[in-house]
Each structure stands twice: as structure tokens, then as C-alpha cells.
């Protein structure tokens, strides 16, 4: 069994665990689907913004993959919902996690390395680190295309930071933070010897349980403690 202090590296999601949003993947999906012609109020809305809700974490193309079907209109949404975060990103709604800094700061002062990922694009991933002076806070951050194109609930994020960073010499060194069932799947598949989640996002602790989850914290701030 891997002790807690034996982790080496940690992988944080970033909205929902890092980074507050307020229910900007909502907003910005309203501005998607209606790229689309799906009309608001309508039923259509209505069952696909549930699926968004349910699969919070998720790369976003694969998601207006599984919405649309046709991959022209998966991408012509994906362009309209990376487009409308972007902008509210830009007009300052977006902030950190109440003690998510200190704690990234925390663990890399005791020697771990953090690494932060996103079901987003690049081009989304880099406004928010952006917007929040992050570009520096550490040493890599991932989108799903860094890893092959495949976000969560695939593993390959997770592994993709162990594999760029060296940082840990086994799986069992991984610890996985998230707020959503997927980020529980993802740090389950790939081996992680911790997989926490938080309840400053989208799911409730049930949720991250069922999913994996083996760990569940009020907030990442209380991450450092767990890993002591």
C-alpha cells in the first residue's frame, strides 16, 4: 500500500476544484446550442443541457459529439462554447478556489509537483490561467489534446503528467483531485494511490464515491492536510 506522504505527483482539475467558474459551462453552452439552432426552454434544451450537467469533466468536443452527432456540428459548437467562456473569462468571472494557490504552493514547497488539467481546449485552458496570473504556478498543465485527444474519464491525463514530468517512478505516486464523477474515473483508471474529490463543483459525494472517489474534501485547500 502507498502512504499518503509517498505521493510525488499531483493532478488537480481546474474549474470546479482550482478554479470557481459560477456556472460558466451553462452559460456558455447556451451560446453553443443555440449555434445550433436548439431553442431555449425547449425539451431538446432541456435533455441535453442534462447530459452536460451529467458528464461535467468531460473533453467538451466529446460531449457536442455525443449531443450532435455530426462531427461539423460537434466542432461549429465546440468553437461557439470555447468562444462564449472565453469572453466571460475575459470579463472577469472566473476566480480561484478559496486556498487553492496556497495549496498548489503547499505541495510544491514539499517537494511534489502539480499539474493542472482541463476538459477544455488549449485555447480556454490558457484565458483562465491567464485571467488568474497562473501561467507560472506550475510546471504543466494539460488539455485533452495534449494527451491524444481523449479527456476524461479516460486515464490518458493523468498518465500523459506522469509520463511528461518524471516526477513520480510508480501509479501508486499519482494523487487525482477533481469535483466530478469523471475525474474520480480518470485517477481510478489510471492507478492513482489517491483519487480525492471536492465539493466545490459539480457532483455531490455520492457521486464522487460511486465513481471512485476514495477521498471526499470540502475544498482542495484541505488537499496538503490529507497528504501530510
Known amino acids: 500500500m502507498t502512504l499518503h506522504q509517498d505521493i510525488r505527483l499531483v493532478v488537480l482539475d481546474m474549474a470546479g476544484t482550482t478554479v470557481a467558474d459560477g456556472g460558466l459551462v451553462e452559460r456558455a453552452f447556451a451560446a453553443a446550442s ?3 439552432g436548439v431553442e431555449p426552454g425547449s425539451p431538446d434544451h432541456a435533455d441535453k443541457l442534462a447530459y452536460v450537467r451529467a458528464t461535467m ?3 467538451k468536443i466529446s460531449v457536442f459529439r455525443h449531443l450532435f452527432g455530426d462531427e461539423d456540428k460537434a466542432r461549429r459548437a465546440n468553437a ?9 473569462v475575459d470579463g ?7 486556498g487553492a494557490r496556497e495549496a498548489i504552493e503547499e505541495l510544491q514547497g514539499g517537494g ?3 499539474v493542472l488539467t482541463t476538459g477544455f481546449a488549449r485555447v480556454t485552458q490558457d484565458a483562465i490561467l491567464d485571467a488568474l496570473g497562473w501561467r507560472d504556478l506550475v510546471p504543466l498543465t494539460l488539455c485533452p489534446a495534449d494527451a491524444g485527444g481523449r479527456g476524461r474519464p479516460y ?3 493523468v498518465l500523459t ?6 516526477a513520480a517512478d510508480d501509479v501508486r505516486e499519482i494523487a487525482v483531485a477533481g469535483d466530478t464523477s469523471y475525474d474520480m474515473l480518470s485517477g ?3 492507478g492513482a494511490g489517491l483519487v480525492a474529490g471536492v465539493l466545490t463543483g459539480a457532483h455531490d459525494a455520492d457521486a464522487l464515491r460511486a465513481a471512485g472517489a476514495s477521498h471526499v474534501l470540502r475544498s482542495v485547500a484541505d488537499l496538503p492536510g490529507v497528504l501530510t
Open 92 to 98: 472577469g468571472l472566473v476566480a480561484p478556489v478559496p
Open 57 to 59: 469533466g468531460e473533453s
Open 188 to 190: 481510478v483508471r489510471a
Open 80 to 88: 461557439a462554447f470555447e468562444k462564449a467562456y472565453g469572453e466571460l
Open 112 to 114: 511534489r509537483t502539480v
Open 155 to 157: 486515464p490518458d491525463m
Open 161 to 166: 503528467a506522469l509520463l511528461r514530468t518524471s
Open 34 to 36: 443555440a449555434e445550433l
